[in-house]
């Protein structure tokens, strides 16, 4: 009989639940802790270990959330707040709010910066929130604010933290499940996404802006949402849970469990939490005096933890799990019956889908394009050669939308897309696979392939993520895998589905991003050497695919080095040197041409 992780994650709900039946006020106490970190470690999986985006400031996402409450329920309330009455529930709304705003202003500026700069920023953010709750009079400066009231349920007060452990753990639980279905969906694919570069996500229809705001701000709610427990648990507000070393300790928790699982958040902040307690505990007796001596220990295990396990305690635990018990695969069913996804009108055979009018492209006194002109027709392959630095990466990133040009035009099925974001470009047809295989190597290629269908479901940002995190995005998820499953069986890969992407040969690696381009339904592909480092039946694999979408009315411009491949499938070829166009036409023609010859053979002899 094999185990579902659904049943071992009942356990463990039945076993918490004995434990806080059974056990001492003390170990009550620490479990509710354990869950307050968790809630903020969870969105910190969500913006850190899923987004890409490192945050040193989400302690005082946490203190918005308990100062909201703490001030609403023990200050006298101005008129427009009146109607409130001073309620914990009213407290929860206000420091959502306030939570929600104030991230959408911080993350509007801070998400602009990247590499060390981001990290910086939400240290200087944090900072100055923690002095603002010290310095404004009426949050009660570093003293603080106290008699903040008990939650109440059904008039029912909940001041003892055995009452409070079934609404902390609830919360968190129910954090949990909707953010993992969040990332089980066309929305959370994108979020996903981010770790594989900017430049791979927008070109698969993603607007990473809007995804990285939307975590940025969903990973303050949970923090915000913990500071509203927070408050009513310890009934005093001060500034000192808030600052930055705090913030420096959730992230600690998120990393050390595992920044990329949600369950990595609650092994985490357990983890943490219970080693710094015995150690506290320990140390002392050890060493016959006190001190912060848990920090330094602390410390040197945290090292030793991500020296040894640098993807966090929970991939490991998961990978000795299957190991030793006799785990069920997790594989979501394939619906065959679905229906097909609509698809755009396609443009005749031989009509020009895309043109490049004289582009020029300048990186100071470097010249890497100049005035290139060229023409991509429906049911064609057009092959782009030349050698080295001749400026094809240039041209193929102005053609897609990756770069601007320094002059001339862009042109795709009759619109002039010279300076637009490239994933406007994809949602009018156009797919793109990279020189350097950019895929997400720990997600398996069904959801690879599936990231390529981005933009054929196009609901809002707000009704995307909540009906993703509710469920209620169900059949249209089912259609989309089913697609994504057809276009991997129609490159070879119907038979690794559920591998990890990361875990295929160059060659397959290579087929799943022309799956992932194809799940898009464009009308030209863009292929960047789709054929370097690939064995002979790979390359012969290849061919067949690109002559058979090739008849079926696809333009493909494909650049290669791989002479033998481009002449036995393209039916044009443009040549460039130095950053300018010297020979097209038929592969015949220009393989013979003097000026090819000289450029690759440096002479016609």
């Not at 809007?210 to 408050?231: D, N, V």
């Not at 959730?250 to 369950?263: D, I, K, R, S, T």
């Not at 696979?433 to 809002?460: C, E, K, S, Y």
Request: overall charge positive.
């Amino acid at each position: 009989m094999r185990l579902r992780p659904a049943g071992l994650a009942a356990a463990g709900i039945a076993l918490l639940a004995w434990t806080a039946l059974a056990g001492s006020e003390f170990t009550v106490t620490l479990l509710d802790y354990i869950g307050l970190y968790a809630l903020v470690a969870l969105g910190l999986v969500l913006l850190t270990g899923i987004g890409g985006l490192t945050s040193f400031g989400q302690a005082a996402f946490v203190g918005l959330g308990a100062y909201a409450t703490a001030w609403l329920t023990t200050a006298p309330l101005p008129g427009w707040l009146a109607w409130t009455g001073g309620s914990p529930w009213a407290g929860l709304l206000l420091g959502l709010l306030i939570t929600g705003g104030v991230a959408w202003v911080l993350g509007t500026v801070s998400l602009r910066l990247s590499g060390h700069y981001l990290p910086l920023g939400t240290i200087a953010w944090g900072l100055s929130l923690y002095f603002l709750f010290g310095t404004l009079g009426f949050l009660g400066g570093y003293t603080g604010l106290a008699g903040v009231p008990p939650l109440s349920l059904g008039g029912v007060a909940l001041a003892g933290s055995r009452q409070l452990f079934w609404v902390i753990w609830a919360v968190l639980l129910a954090a949990m499940l909707l953010v993992g279905n969040l990332l089980d969906s066309r929305e959370g694919r994108a979020i996903r996404a981010l770790r594989g570069g900017m430049v791979m996500a927008e070109s698969m229809g993603v607007d990473t802006a809007r995804s990285r705001i939307a975590i940025f701000i969903i990973a303050a709610l949970l923090a915000g949402l913990s500071g509203w427990l927070y408050a009513h648990m310890q009934r005093f507000v001060n500034p000192t849970p808030f600052g930055l070393p705090i913030g420096i300790e959730y992230l600690f928790m998120a990393v050390v469990g595992g920044a990329g699982h949600v369950w990595g958040a609650l092994l985490g902040a357990g983890v943490v939490t219970l080693l710094k307690q015995w150690l506290q505990d320990i140390l002392p007796r050890l060493l016959g005096e006190s001190g912060n001596f848990e920090t330094v220990v602390f410390g040197i295990l945290l090292v030793v933890v991500l020296q040894r396990a640098r993807e966090g305690l929970w991939p490991a635990l998961a990978a000795f799990a299957r190991r030793v018990l006799p785990l069920a695969a997790a594989r979501r069913p394939i619906d065959a019956a679905a229906a097909p996804l609509a698809r755009r009108a396609p443009p005749a055979r031989g009509d020009v889908v895309l043109e490049a009018r004289g582009l020029t492209r300048r990186f100071g006194g470097l010249v890497a394009n100049d005035g290139v002109s060229l023409a991509v027709r429906a049911g064609e392959v057009l092959a782009l050669i030349g050698p080295n630095g001749a400026g094809k990466s240039t041209l193929f990133n102005l053609l897609s939308g990756v770069d601007d040009p320094s002059s001339g035009r862009v042109v795709f099925r009759g619109r002039d897309m010279t300076g637009r974001p490239s994933r406007e470009s994809a949602a009018l047809g156009l797919g793109r696979t990279f020189q350097h295989v950019r895929l997400l190597p720990q997600m398996n290629v069904l959801d690879n392939i599936a990231i390529g269908a981005h933009l054929r479901g196009r609901p809002g940002l707000l009704a995307g993520l909540c009906g993703a995190a509710l469920r209620l995005d169900r059949a249209a998820e089912r259609r989309l895998l089913a697609e994504a499953a057809r276009q991997a069986r129609r490159v070879g890969l119907g038979d690794d589905l559920h591998a990890p992407a990361g875990a295929l040969p160059l060659g397959r690696q290579r087929m799943l991003e022309i799956a992932r381009a194809l799940c898009a339904d464009p009308c030209l592909l863009l292929l960047d050497e789709p054929a370097a480092g690939l064995r002979h039946l790979e390359k012969r694999a290849l061919a067949q695919v690109l002559a058979g979408l090739r008849d079926e009315g696809m333009a493909i411009l494909l650049v290669e080095h791989d002479m033998d491949f481009v002449m036995g499938l393209a039916d044009r070829v443009v040549v460039l040197e130095f950053g300018r166009k010297i020979a097209e036409g038929p592969p015949e023609r220009v393989q013979n041409d003097p000026r090819v010859l000289e450029a690759y053979l440096g002479g016609v002899e």
